[in-house]
């Protein structure tokens, strides 16, 4: 490994969380933007021919260093780590109006969801996935809504690009399924031609 | 998928009072009155934008009585829209009339909207599952500041941290308790004997020779106990007079 490489990995473990290729550089004051990826895609072939159980991963507009997934179910069940919780139905939906309409107040995200919604941003914001983005024109300026950081890093993104994309979705494109099919998504249905 | 198994719950869990069910737990079954209409649609096989408003509406109005959900506002302001609409479609209208609206339409874009909104929500679950199978180092979240310098104090500075501390507390309120018993008995024995020697006397002669301030108490309170009971009668000759302390009249002597 290149001593930038090294430097660029004893980053990453000392910190912990997504680091910019631009923080990186910070590192060595000669180096390049260019040669902190060369370094960074060095560092990932490291581990990666090495079979090392940790691996290099882009998330949120960094790079990190995650243990491999394949290791997960052990190192929890001796209880080295705790699993993140899993985030509710509810929590999902918000997160999925608001990741789509940003930035967004509470009236449009209880439209869409048809119920209220205090009590789930109120939830969000403070396990740090959305925040206050600004103020709408409407009536009491009302608070407006769009995804934190950690929204990304929570769900793996690199950046908001990674969302599937409105027309990707199956809605409109998939026939009725049978009653007896797996219904554990929503998309079953297309809308008549009228 | 949840959905199902909520509707198929064998019997609503009660609570140790009675058969009231546990709403709670099938609104968590269920993320919202638009969830539970599409399971509705589902199991009926409907498709969204032909929606039997009459029917739906009616079973709408079933699932959240069964289901208990009564009180919850969200679910009841669907209902109102429901019925609404199925109240709308049962107006006579000429089928090639110009410019009639299906007043199902918002339903049908809401309910579209919010089955988009569901799938993506799927997605992100799955994709928030992935990452929690990877871990970086250290499973807790980075503070979000720096935490303060570790405390540096020598054992004075302590000391006079705790003088300070100590000075600080007001003195406690102490009361000693001393046992001053009345002898009200030992002063109605007294009385009586009294009594019984004179069928008058005053309040100087009561208290006897050099009385102390529970023999007076005591004495007091035992010629208040025998006035009260009829075996003696005070009398003062007026305002701030010596009290007389006379045997009831109806009292024998004995």
Redesign the interface.
């Known amino acids: 490994m290149t001593p930038l490489a090294q430097l660029i990995e004893a980053a990453l473990?000392a910190a912990?969380?997504p680091l910019t290729v631009e923080e990186l550089a910070i590192l060595d004051p000669d180096a390049e933007l260019s040669d902190v990826r060369a370094a960074l895609g060095q560092l990932r072939e490291v581990y990666d021919f090495n079979q090392h159980a940790i691996e290099l991963?882009e998330l949120a507009g960094g790079y990190?260093?995650?243990?491999?997934?394949a290791f997960?179910a052990a190192?929890e069940r001796a209880q080295f780590?705790?699993?993140?919780p899993?985030?509710t139905?509810?929590a999902?939906?918000t997160?999925?109006?608001i990741?789509?309409r940003q930035p967004v107040g509470r009236l449009e995200i209880e439209?869409?969801?048809?119920?209220?919604a205090g009590g789930v941003l109120r939830s969000l914001q403070e396990r740090?996935l959305i925040e206050v983005v600004g103020r709408g024109e409407a009536l009491g300026r009302p608070l407006l809504y769009g995804t934190a950081p950690m929204f990304l890093?929570?769900?793996?993104?690199n950046d908001l690009g990674d969302?599937?994309r409105?027309e990707e979705?199956?809605?409109?494109l998939q026939p009725?399924r049978?009653?007896t099919d797996?219904?554990?998504?929503?998309?079953?249905?297309?809308?008549?031609e009228? | 998928m949840e959905q199902t198994s909520a509707i198929a719950l064998p019997e609503p869990p009660t609570t140790a009072l009675g058969a009231s069910p546990a709403f709670v737990v099938q609104l968590d079954a269920f993320s919202g009155p638009l969830d539970l209409l599409l399971h509705l649609l589902r199991e009926e096989q409907i498709e969204i934008a032909d929606i039997p408003i009459a029917r739906i509406a009616d079973q709408f109005l079933q699932s959240i009585h069964e289901l208990g959900l009564n009180q919850a506002a969200d679910y009841l302001e669907m209902a109102g829209r429901l019925l609404r609409l199925k109240a709308q479609m049962l107006l006579p209208r000429r089928s090639e009339e110009e410019g009639w609206e299906d007043p199902r339409a918002e339903l049908v874009r809401r309910l579209l909207e919010y089955q988009q909104i569901r799938e993506v929500a799927l997605w992100l679950g799955k994709a928030a599952e992935r990452r929690a199978e990877q871990y970086s180092r250290g499973y807790l979240p980075p503070p979000l500041a720096l935490p303060p310098p570790p405390l540096r104090v020598d054992l004075l500075e302590l000391l006079q941290a705790v003088e300070r501390v100590i000075v600080a507390i007001p003195d406690p309120v102490l009361h000693r308790v001393v046992p001053r018993p009345l002898d009200v008995e030992g002063a109605t024995r007294r009385l009586n004997a009294l009594l019984d020697a004179r069928s008058e006397f005053g309040w100087l002669e009561a208290l006897g020779p050099a009385p102390t301030i529970t023999d007076i108490l005591s004495t007091l309170l035992a010629l208040l106990e025998l006035a009260r009971g009829g075996t003696l009668v005070l009398q003062q000759t007026a305002p701030f007079a010596p009290m007389v302390i006379r045997r009831d009249a109806s009292r024998p002597a004995d």
């Open positions: 473990f912990a969380r991963v990190q260093l995650l243990t491999r997934a997960a190192v780590a705790i699993r993140a899993r985030l139905a509810a999902l939906e997160l999925a109006v990741a789509y439209e869409i969801r048809g119920v209220s740090g890093e929570v769900l793996g993104l969302l599937p409105t979705l199956t809605i409109a009725p049978p009653l797996d219904t554990h998504d929503a998309a079953a249905y297309v809308p008549a009228s």
